[in-house]
């Protein structure tokens, strides 16, 4: 096992375009999330998925932007027309979650994927 | 809602020095976790600890130790004899334990810097 997956891991786009990130979480974990890290600041919960079901989705997580888990393995990310603000680390992370009341899951975070938006 | 702080933004010591590293919480659960996760330069977010609400014990684990108080909200990490490795960014991090973690609230992070 190698980890939590990210591709690519550094993006340099002009405004007004998409992209796209992919993550492949650890095989036996059930649960994928999308956190943003801006820079200095600690990163920030986008979104989450269990198997393929994307149970909750942050404010932060505007019209612009879709994430996917369609077969419960990896995940992408697609923000569309791109903003200057979209320029952050998008960290993905995967858990196995055994149940409620079953005790917090430990995330493990792959290394990110670095965009920047001119 | 949830509010993590860590108002310690950069520490630079020497290498060998002791150093602490705060952590000051905010939640009207009463049942909740506690994470610590370092960052190095690599970017990849690395797990150290993980406390829930109901464990008060403090935890060392080689260099690394934590005190985690209720009656202060806090939950601060100490490195002993701190070594250039361990040079990176250290988040605290807060979840509801209902949430299962999936919802993690971080801190702004301590940059700590461990000079030769």
């Known amino acids: 096992d190698t980890g939590v997956s990210q591709d690519p891991r550094h993006k340099i786009t002009k405004r007004g375009q998409n992209v796209t990130f992919r993550c492949d979480p650890i095989s036996e974990h059930n649960r994928l999330y999308w956190y943003r890290q801006t820079l200095g600041q600690g990163p920030e919960f986008l979104t989450y998925f269990q198997n393929e079901a994307q149970l909750e989705k942050s404010r932060l997580l505007s019209d612009r932007f879709s994430a996917e888990r369609p077969k419960g393995s990896f995940s992408t990310l697609e923000i569309q027309r791109t903003e200057q603000g979209d320029s952050a680390m998008y960290l993905c992370?995967?858990?196995?979650?055994?149940?409620?009341?079953?005790?917090?899951?430990?995330?493990?975070f792959g290394a990110g994927s670095r965009l920047t938006v001119l | 809602a949830q509010k993590v702080t860590q108002a310690q933004t950069e520490i630079s010591v020497v290498e060998k020095e002791d150093v602490t590293l705060d952590c000051v919480y905010e939640t009207r659960d009463t049942t909740y976790y506690l994470f610590w996760y370092k960052q190095p330069p690599s970017g990849e977010l690395v797990f150290l600890i993980r406390?829930?609400?109901?464990?008060?014990q403090n935890e060392i684990s080689g260099r690394y130790s934590w005190n985690f108080q209720k009656s202060t909200s806090s939950f601060n990490f100490t490195i002993t004899a701190s070594q250039v490795v361990d040079s990176a960014v250290y988040f605290c991090a807060l979840s509801s334990s209902i949430q299962g973690a999936q919802k993690l609230v971080f801190g702004q992070g301590t940059r700590l810097t461990i000079n030769p």
């Open positions: 992370a995967s858990s196995f979650f055994r149940g409620r009341f079953t005790g917090a899951n430990v995330l493990t």
């Open positions: 406390r829930n609400s109901f464990d008060e």
